[in-house]
């Protein structure tokens, strides 16, 4: 039982494009969704969280929405660069439980 | 500044054979997890405690134990190693103030231990 779902597990962009990394999920008790970023022999670290009473939260290049009538988010990075390539994981949580439920991840890959 | 220390960060196991993966964190954290990464598939938790001398079970504990008896130390064991437990695994922290739980679980990681079992 799947609770967030990244369905797709990669994602190719040119330089300078915007990149849209969707996520799912199922359970309508999540209070908050967060976004990780992951290179290749390191662990994941932080990038963008969102609360459940948002739609929308920005920060620099990286803007997460929620749409939660859809249990839909999606993370959008202006303008793209080299440097995103990474794996993104999609995560959340309810309030009150420490437990992170995540996604599979999404392999983006920034062509030059 | 050194966060989340995961050591070591290779190993190679035989089947049946035992180890630990010892987890060291400088930021006073409460809260420290254990996970799992496999092709294809999110992190799963393995192990957590929320605070020094307490553990509790996660998504997948079944073939690992864990011990907490200093705050910043989190350890995790394989008694008696399967091929189905080839993976990369990684320690992580957070913090929580108070008793009052709340907010988004920002966690700290460490770089991982790629664990082969032959």
């Known amino acids: 039982d799947q609770q967030v779902k990244q369905n797709s597990p990669s994602l190719s962009v040119q330089e300078g494009r915007i990149s849209i990394l969707n996520c799912d999920y199922t359970?309508?008790?999540?209070?908050?969704f967060l976004w990780y970023k992951k290179y290749p022999a390191e662990g994941p670290t932080f990038l963008i969280s969102?609360?459940?009473i948002k739609d929308k939260n920005e920060d620099g290049r990286f803007t997460v929405f929620l749409n939660k009538s859809a249990k839909h988010l999606s993370l959008h990075i202006v303008p793209s660069q080299p440097g995103d390539s990474a794996v993104y994981f999609c995560?959340?949580?309810?309030?009150?439980?420490?437990?992170?439920?995540w996604g599979a991840g999404t392999k983006l890959i920034i062509k030059p | 500044n050194a966060g989340v220390t995961q050591t070591p960060k290779f190993r190679v196991l035989k089947t049946g054979q035992s180890m630990t993966l010892l987890c060291a964190q400088d930021?006073?954290?409460?809260?420290m997890y254990w996970y799992r990464q496999d092709p294809g598939m999110g992190l799963r938790l393995i192990h957590y405690?929320?605070?020094?001398?307490?553990?509790a079970k996660g998504e997948v504990p079944d073939g690992y134990n864990v011990s907490r008896l200093k705050k910043q130390n989190f350890l995790l064991g394989l008694e008696s190693a399967a091929p189905s437990q080839t993976s990369v695994y990684f320690c992580?922290?957070?913090?929580?103030?108070?008793?009052?739980?709340?907010?988004?679980?920002?966690?700290?990681f460490g770089a991982g231990s790629r664990l082969t079992v032959l």
């Open positions: 992580a922290s957070s913090y929580r103030a108070g008793r009052v739980i709340s907010g988004a679980n920002v966690l700290t």
């Open positions: 930021m006073n954290h409460e809260y």
């Open positions: 405690s929320v605070g020094e001398g307490t553990t």
């Open positions: 359970n309508s008790m999540f209070d908050y």
């Open positions: 969102i609360s459940s």
């Open positions: 995560a959340a949580n309810m309030d009150s439980n420490y437990q992170l439920i």
